[in-house]
Each structure stands twice: as structure tokens, then as C-alpha cells.
Nanobody
């Protein structure tokens, strides 16, 4: 059973950058996809970025495309990052990473993910 721990959130000014980390307690080699979702108060959980661990394919929501980059640590295979640049106030949310050993495709539906981290708060404000 995977345990996921996010870190790297915080307060940043508009236009700034943050790098989130997601550390898994098990080898991510056993999983097909790792995803980043976010949720702000009063809004539905939104899929932000997805990484197919087998071939490195990446997917981004339109709202973050060109600004966010998902990647895997080549040395620490159980760690995935979300580099967030040119942050906007509307990026403010709790960001969570998720995975599921049953998935053998990249699902954009949060209901398909059974393992979640505790989340890390990202606040973009001047």
C-alpha cells in the first residue's frame, strides 16, 4: 500500500515559482501513473498534471499548460515533482498527489485514485 507525502507548498507572490514534491513510500515502478490534483474552497477537485511512469508521458490541464512541469527524480525513483512557474492567484489551492496500483492508463478522474497524500497548501497573493 502506497503512502504519499507532499511538500513544498507555501505563500508566493504572483509571477513567482514553487516546486512541490511527492514522495512515495513504495517504488513507483509498480505504478502506472502519478497525478497532481488541486482543490480550492467551494470548487471541485481539479486534475492539474499527470505522469505516466512507464514511458514518461505527461499531461496538463489547460489552466496550467506552459507554466507547470511534472517530472520524476531520476535518482530517487519514488519522488515526483511539480514545478510551478508564473503562478497566478487562481492557482491558490491545496495540491495533492495521487496514484493507484489498479490503473493501467492515465485517468483524469480523481475517483479512480485510491491513494492520496495529505495535501500541501499553495497560496499566491501579493
Amino acid at each position: 500500500q502506497a503512502q504519499l507525502v507532499e511538500s513544498g507548498g507555501g505563500l508566493v507572490q504572483p509571477g513567482g515559482s514553487l516546486r512541490l514534491s511527492c514522495a512515495a513510500s513504495v517504488s513507483t515502478l509498480d505504478y502506472y501513473v502519478l497525478a497532481w490534483f488541486r482543490q480550492s474552497p467551494g470548487k471541485e477537485r481539479e486534475g492539474v498534471s499527470f505522469l505516466a511512469l512507464s514511458d514518461g508521458s505527461t499531461y496538463y490541464s489547460d489552466s496550467v499548460k506552459g507554466r507547470f512541469t511534472i517530472s520524476r527524480d531520476n535518482a530517487k525513483k519514488n519522488t515526483v515533482y511539480l514545478q510551478m512557474n508564473s503562478l497566478k492567484p487562481e492557482d491558490t489551492a491545496v495540491y495533492s498527489c495521487a496514484t493507484d496500483p489498479r490503473l493501467r492508463y492515465v485517468s483524469f478522474n480523481p475517483s479512480d485514485y485510491g491513494y492520496w497524500g495529505q495535501g500541501t497548501q499553495v497560496t499566491v497573493s501579493s
